[in-house]
């Protein structure tokens, strides 16, 4: 399929983070890391204990200003391979600046470990003086970890071990995927491009795709199941070694949230599956179609789905983005300045991100737009995560990082903001009902189906723990029975679909990220619902909320926007929305056909 909408010469620019000649001045970069971090051991090395408020403020500045360093050549290394998987050349440089990263990091791990093990009294001292305010929620979460924290030689052992052991993984899988190709039509397409054709209107169209990307899924299955094995594997080593009770916690940890929060949330969403079902059962019926299956799922009511322009996505985005906030659209508007890498490539890394850099450059975003409205969306997704990024990188580098949470509260936020827009605009009832489901299943794939993976998830990890290394069939099984979960009889998961786990980045790269997405869908429309109800006097709330970043904990960040995340009726109120917009979807059907 070729690309004709406008993208295909959308690409980044980093020399932003590295003019040539690129490699001098990143070495230079890891290079000063380096002899910065061999100074502040050698002072501090042992003595963490000693320092006053003042003292261990200015060792968490100098910290943080040689991660900076470290995370500015990794930001490039990152971006210049995600482009080009298959490039020898970046590869080997993304190796390098991770060996050199590992090493710095070796270095400097005695300051956290100290930092654990001061007393509760003397911590609570120490962080109680004015000098320590702007990093009083970071050494704050840093012991939080003090439980599941190994000896110092041992915590080296593991982070040298780490360059050659999971990332080593990670890497792989990256590389093995993208170097997919789908042969779809006599057409050699990226896995993205082969995706993209689910969304399209004739359903010959779509079950060809779906059948071609099976069929591309295979020939690599085994080892991408060998992969997802050691992963596994290698996460219950570190959560056996470090004491955590499930495969979850260490997650839940570092997400600052508790397992009975997070045990909530999955048992508020599975409760509500009718949800989907209901939507699926009243699209089948809208489509005149009697056995939907998993590759009908992103069908468009509507035949006639025009390609949407990269200049007509940009327009509609930045006018949504306007219309609540003209600060909100100015930042989004600078990304399109040599920030964003569109087209889908040979080789290039599949889906979108945001990748915040660091604080002394521009956040970049990746996608692979292909045109579809699903692919509006997705820029309003990860431009709302470059907003956030900019306002929290103005706290430096340790207050920027948000827990994840609250990462997904701005990206989908974005989408709602936009959507929202878009919709007040259409006054057809057929193109209103077209652009209801879209909604509807866009914000089904970030709630239900994330916790779907979720739960997928949890029956292979404890699976792996309890049998030992587990087949692809063994892994299949648990991915259809709990996406079959989801849809009930709405919708037949067929066993095409029995491999189609084995190319998500997410259970490779971020074991147990994904229930993030339900939880950030949820509070965006909690958000959402409160910025509709007070109108323009809710903007600046949710703008610090934003510019707040990881400064504070995901309980006091809430109350910012007025919700209370430890409200278990906080997850119903947020499925109920959901609810509703199927229910507004099943009214405007009816009043179109004549038939409930």
């Known amino acids: 399929m070729t690309i004709t909408d406008g993208a295909e010469e959308v690409r980044w620019d980093l020399s932003r983070l590295y003019p040539d000649p690129v490699d001098k001045q990143l070495d230079d970069d890891l290079m000063a890391a380096e002899q910065m971090a061999d100074g502040v051991s050698s002072r501090l090395h042992g003595r963490v204990a000693e320092l006053d408020a003042a003292g261990l403020s200015d060792a968490v500045d100098e910290l943080q200003s040689i991660q900076e360093k470290v995370e500015r050549a990794g930001t490039y290394a990152y971006l210049n391979f995600a482009t080009d998987t298959g490039d020898p050349a970046r590869g080997a440089l993304l190796q390098r600046v991770q060996e050199r990263s590992t090493s710095i990091a070796t270095k400097l791990l005695f300051f956290e470990l100290e930092w654990a093990a001061v007393s509760d009294e003397r911590a609570d001292e120490l962080l109680a003086d004015s000098a320590l305010e702007e990093w009083r929620?970071?050494?704050?979460?840093?012991?939080?970890?003090?439980?599941?924290?190994?000896?110092?030689?041992?915590?080296?052992?593991?982070?040298?071990?780490?360059?050659?052991?999971?990332?080593?993984?990670?890497?792989?899988?990256?590389?093995?995927?993208?170097?997919?190709?789908?042969?779809?039509?006599?057409?050699s397409t990226t896995l993205d491009q082969a995706l993209a054709r689910l969304h399209d209107p004739d359903r010959e169209v779509r079950q060809r795709a779906g059948r071609a990307v099976t069929g591309a899924l295979q020939p690599g299955l085994p080892v991408?199941?060998?992969?997802?094995?050691?992963?596994?594997a290698d996460h219950a080593l570190d959560d056996r070694l470090r004491q955590y009770s499930?495969?979850?916690?260490?997650?839940?940890?570092?997400?600052?949230?508790?397992?009975?929060?997070?045990?909530?949330?999955?048992?508020?969403?599975?409760?509500?599956?009718?949800?989907p079902a209901r939507w699926y059962r009243l699209k089948g019926r809208l489509l005149g179609i009697n056995d939907l299956n998993e590759h009908d799922r992103y069908a468009p009511l509507t035949p006639d789905e025009a390609e949407v322009g990269w200049d007509q996505a940009r327009h509609t985005v930045l006018d949504a983005y306007r219309s609540f906030s003209p600060e909100m659209a100015d930042i989004a508007a600078v990304f399109f300045d040599g920030y964003i890498d569109a087209p889908p490539q040979p080789g290039k890394q599949g889906g979108a991100f945001a990748h915040p850099a660091v604080p002394?450059?521009?956040?970049?975003?990746?996608?692979?737009?292909?045109?579809?409205?699903?692919?509006?969306?997705?820029?309003?997704?990860?431009?709302?995560?470059?907003?956030?990024?900019v306002l929290a990188n103005r706290l430096g580098l340790f207050n920027a990082s948000t827990p994840l949470t609250l990462a997904e509260t701005a990206s989908i936020f974005g989408e709602t903001v936009t959507f929202g827009r878009i919709l007040?605009?259409?006054?057809?009832?057929?193109?209103?009902?077209?652009?209801?489901?879209?909604?509807?299943?866009?914000?089904?794939?970030?709630?239900?189906?994330?916790?779907?993976?979720?739960?997928?998830?949890?029956?292979?990890?404890?699976?792996?723990?309890?049998?030992?290394?587990?087949?692809?069939?063994?892994?299949?099984?648990?991915?259809?029975?709990?996406?079959?979960?989801?849809?009930?009889?709405?919708?037949?998961?067929?066993?095409?679909?029995?491999?189609?786990?084995?190319?998500?980045?997410?259970?490779?790269?971020?074991?147990?990220?994904?229930?993030?997405?339900a939880f950030g869908n949820l509070l965006a429309l909690a958000?959402?619902?409160?910025?509709?109800?007070?109108?323009?006097?809710?903007?600046?709330?949710?703008?610090q909320l934003l510019s707040a970043g990881g400064s504070e904990s995901p309980d006091e960040l809430g109350r910012l926007v007025g919700v209370d995340l430890s409200d278990p009726n906080f997850w119903s109120a947020g499925l109920q929305v959901v609810d509703e917009l199927v229910s507004e979807a099943e009214t405007l059907a009816a009043a179109q056909t004549g038939s409930p």
């Open 360 to 389: 002394s450059a521009h956040p970049y975003v990746m996608l692979n737009y292909t045109g579809r409205r699903r692919d509006v969306m997705t820029l309003a997704h990860e431009l709302g995560h470059g907003v956030h990024q």
């Open 224 to 232: 991408r199941t060998y992969i997802y094995n050691t992963v596994l």
């Open 527 to 543: 958000v959402y619902a409160r910025y509709e109800k007070e109108g323009a006097s809710f903007v600046p709330s949710y703008l």
């Open 246 to 275: 499930s495969w979850i916690a260490a997650r839940n940890l570092g997400n600052e949230i508790s397992d009975d929060t997070v045990q909530a949330l999955v048992e508020a969403v599975t409760s509500r599956y009718d949800i």
């Open 137 to 187: 929620h970071f050494l704050k979460a840093v012991r939080r970890f003090r439980p599941h924290l190994l000896t110092e030689p041992e915590e080296k052992v593991v982070t040298e071990k780490s360059v050659t052991g999971r990332s080593a993984w990670v890497r792989l899988f990256s590389q093995v995927t993208d170097a997919i190709n789908v042969d779809v039509d006599g057409e």
């Open 424 to 517: 007040s605009e259409e006054n057809d009832p057929k193109a209103r009902l077209a652009l209801l489901g879209g909604r509807i299943e866009d914000i089904t794939a970030s709630i239900f189906r994330q916790i779907a993976m979720n739960r997928f998830e949890d029956a292979v990890h404890n699976a792996r723990r309890q049998q030992g290394e587990l087949s692809s069939d063994t892994i299949a099984e648990h991915w259809i029975r709990t996406q079959r979960d989801m849809f009930g009889d709405s919708l037949t998961i067929t066993d095409e679909y029995r491999s189609w786990w084995s190319y998500i980045p997410h259970f490779i790269h971020t074991p147990g990220y994904v229930y993030a997405y």
